[in-house]
């Protein structure tokens, strides 16, 4: 019992210590980005822009791997603190971007429905096959990329999910040369 | 006359024609002129590609009036004027044009109001789900010697359960339900008596498994505080018994949830046999659950103490609970490492009762569980996973076994029923590693050991249950948490070194005393 009385105290010490905001990016990668971006206004105007670093979440539309290049195509999704800190599923459509990341991702991160956030720079846009479908999509080349292993459900309905207690994977990855 | 008829004829035509063209001529100059801004910068702006995206269904529609050529005049109207076609043949043809956008119109209205009503379905917005939990073929085997009539070989459904769930708004954010529909038995409950009285009745149907409902009452105040859940659902105490019979990687339940019976040694005085049911996988509660500093996750609340099947026998109208009053408060702590590493500490404090209980191997009186668990899965190999849980506690005295009468406390069976042993402390243990192969020959299978042991009193020594269990798991799909279709090998290796002294063992027809194996399918999907 007094074991069990001591790890929980040197626990919750753990845990104090380590206590973190939720974010999912080093503060280093974070720097220069634009806090003020506004998306909408940047589908529609890609042509002009010019690049800004900028952070993204949303949902995993497709990706397709090149080699080295990985094409992700996702659809936005404020990123929100609460209930659960990431992109939340708003039930609107709110446009569409594209991911190009040069590095390695596992398959299970690349699911489609995956919650994603990206750091990166804005691009013109490409075009890009969806489902058969050929379309320009504004380009977001990734400096670091946060997955969430969801499979197309909300953050905040893990660990507590379904029929059992499932842990939520998540994988922060970032590009050799940004 | 006739020749007057026909200049008019033609002049009026000529009219049309000419309005015709100059109306199509002015309303096609701005749309050609932006498919030729179009096609002299392609793909190159995302407004005008959205322009083209949306007009995509539109074109659908009603068509224009006619086939527009280059010079905006329609085919028809050419041809007319050309003289290659009568003015019969034209106004066929326009006659036709129109019955057809008439009908296109029709269809489109027609889809319209499907959508309009298919749209507010609640299976489309999330307020209504259902999905395969487990579909469980079990084919079992144990070496014990078993009674004529009965067998060690079995063909079995092991789980059949469908689960619903929705999200009805973001402070209603799930209820769910699951029924196992291939246990619709009834069950005993354990009445009040002595060892004269008669045995317990059927009294209640398994049917029903979970039910809860999630509240979230300030959503600014989540994660940290982030739902309050009521109802019946898998308790939070350690892995294995919150873990979902779909997602779990061996096929025997672990000694922690359930021991001994099964035509094994009964109960007796040292508490020792009969089925222990150590931690209940399921119960009536209501519990607070967060996560603070995004690392420390937190579960505080109350339940019954009387498992999933004690539903029945509260009186809804009368407010009579009988033993299903709330009697045992718990909590978790759980400090996650990253993601999915973690180790977590548990606590139960409360009582237990004999009489009126669903429960095996419990006695009336005071009752406390504590535990540890870890899971350690490292991120430079993904495929490895190990995990563990410690647990000891009390139960109290004259334990058990569910449908014998009990009477309270005292240790005269004539009197109290039930067991007649006192109150024991109980303490259980496992560890279990797996290895998923994700890719080469051996891609998507997993081998798995794992090794436990169960002390039902760690007063007495030569009552140790102990099992070794060697598995190959074969994934023809794996995307936990949401589908897994899998056939899993077991076989276990048994040890069961007696009930204590004084009380003799018979092993051969102790199924906990002799090896077995295992071969399930498994399909989820959700």
């Known amino acids: 019992m007094r074991i069990i009385v001591s790890l929980l105290v040197i626990s919750l010490s753990m845990a104090s210590a380590c206590a973190s905001t939720g974010k999912v990016f080093p503060s280093k990668v974070m720097e220069g980005v634009d806090r003020n971006f506004d998306f909408s206004r940047w589908r529609m105007m890609t042509d002009g822009a010019e690049s800004k670093k900028v952070q993204l979440g949303g949902r995993i539309v497709q990706s397709q791997v090149s080699g080295d290049t990985i094409t992700i ?35 299970s991160d690349l699911q489609r429905g995956n919650r994603v956030m990206v750091v990166g720079m804005t691009h013109p846009p490409k075009v890009i096959t969806v489902d058969d479908f050929s379309r320009s999509f504004p380009i977001v080349e990734a400096q670091c990329l946060h997955f969430w292993n969801t499979q197309g459900r909300d953050i905040e309905d893990f660990p507590f999910y379904e029929a059992g207690y499932v842990t939520l994977r998540q994988e922060t990855v970032c590009a050799k040369n940004p | 006359m006739r020749g007057l008829y026909r200049a008019t004829d033609t002049a009026r035509v000529m009219l049309v024609t000419a309005l015709t063209a100059a109306t199509v001529a002015l309303f096609q100059q701005p749309i050609s002129a932006q498919e030729l801004s ?132 973001d402070y209603l954010p799930r209820w769910h339900m699951l029924m196992e529909f291939q246990s619709t038995g009834l069950i005993n409950n354990t009445p009040t008596g002595n060892s004269g009285s008669s045995s317990g009745t059927p009294s209640v149907a398994s049917f029903f498994r979970e039910a809860y409902i999630d509240v979230r009452p300030v959503q600014s105040w989540a994660p940290n505080l982030n739902i309050i859940r009521m109802g019946i659902f898998r308790m939070p105490f350690g892995i294995f018994t919150e873990t979902s019979g779909g997602l779990r990687d061996i096929i025997s339940s672990p000694y922690l949830n359930g021991v001994g019976g099964g035509g094994g040694p009964g109960q007796n005085r040292n508490g020792t046999g009969g089925t222990i049911e150590f931690l209940q996988e399921r119960d009536y509660f209501v519990d607070v ?238």
């Not at chain 2, 269809?107 to 999330?126: A, F, N």
């Open chain 1, 73 to 107: 195509v996702v659809g936005q999704l404020p990123i929100v603190d609460y209930p659960a800190y990431g992109p939340k599923d708003n039930r609107k459509n709110n446009g569409d971007f594209a991911i190009i990341y040069q590095g390695q991702i596992e398959k």
């Open chain 2, 289 to 526: 659950r967060g996560k603070l500093f995004n690392r420390l996750e937190y579960v505080v609340g109350i339940m019954n103490n009387n498992n999933f099947a004690a539903n029945g026998i509260v009186s809804n109208t009368s407010g009579i609970g009988g033993a299903n009053q709330p009697k045992a408060v718990y909590t978790r702590i759980r400090l996650f490492g990253d993601d999915v590493s973690f180790i977590s500490f548990n606590m139960i404090q409360g009582t237990s009762n004999n009489a009126g209980t669903f429960i095996n191997g419990r006695g009336k009186g005071h009752f406390d569980r504590y535990g540890v668990d870890f899971r350690y899965n490292p991120k430079f190999l993904p495929g490895f996973m190990a995990y563990g849980e410690y647990w000891q506690g009390h139960d109290g005295s004259n334990a058990t076994t569910v449908g014998t009468p009990a009477n309270g406390a005292c240790l005269d069976t004539a009197v109290c029923g039930g067991s007649g042993a006192p109150g024991v402390q109980r303490r259980t243990w496992y560890v279990l590693a797996k290895y998923l192969f994700t890719e080469g020959p051996l891609e998507n299978f997993e081998p798995v050991y794992m090794y436990e042991e169960f002390d039902p009193n760690t007063r007495l020594s030569n009552d140790l249950y102990t099992r070794h269990i060697v598995g190959l798991t074969y994934y023809f799909e794996n995307f936990p948490p949401k589908m897994q279709s899998k056939i899993q090998f077991n076989y276990e290796f048994r040890h069961h070194s007696g009930l204590g002294p004084g009380i003799p063992l018979n092993a051969a027809t102790d199924p906990f005393a002799q090896n077995a194996f295992f071969l399930q399918w498994q399909l989820r999907y959700m």
């Open chain 2, 38 to 169: 179009t096609s002299t910068k392609p793909l190159s702006s995302p407004v005008r590609m959205a322009q083209q995206v949306e007009s995509g269904p539109e074109k659908q529609g009603a068509p224009p009036t006619g086939q527009a050529t280059q010079g905006g005049i329609s085919l028809e109207d050419l041809l007319l004027q050309k003289g290659t076609i009568t003015k019969d043949e034209w106004l066929r043809t326009r006659a036709e044009q129109e019955y057809r956008a008439i009908d296109q119109t029709r269809r489109l209205e027609t889809l319209e109001d499907w959508k309009s009503k298919t749209e507010v379905l609640p299976i489309l917005r999330d307020k209504i789900n259902f999905g395969l939990n487990s579909l469980q073929f079990l084919y079992g085997h144990v070496n014990a010697n078993v009674p004529e009539g009965r067998s060690q070989d079995s063909f079995s459904v092991r789980r059949a359960e469908l689960v619903f769930w929705g999200k009805l708004s």
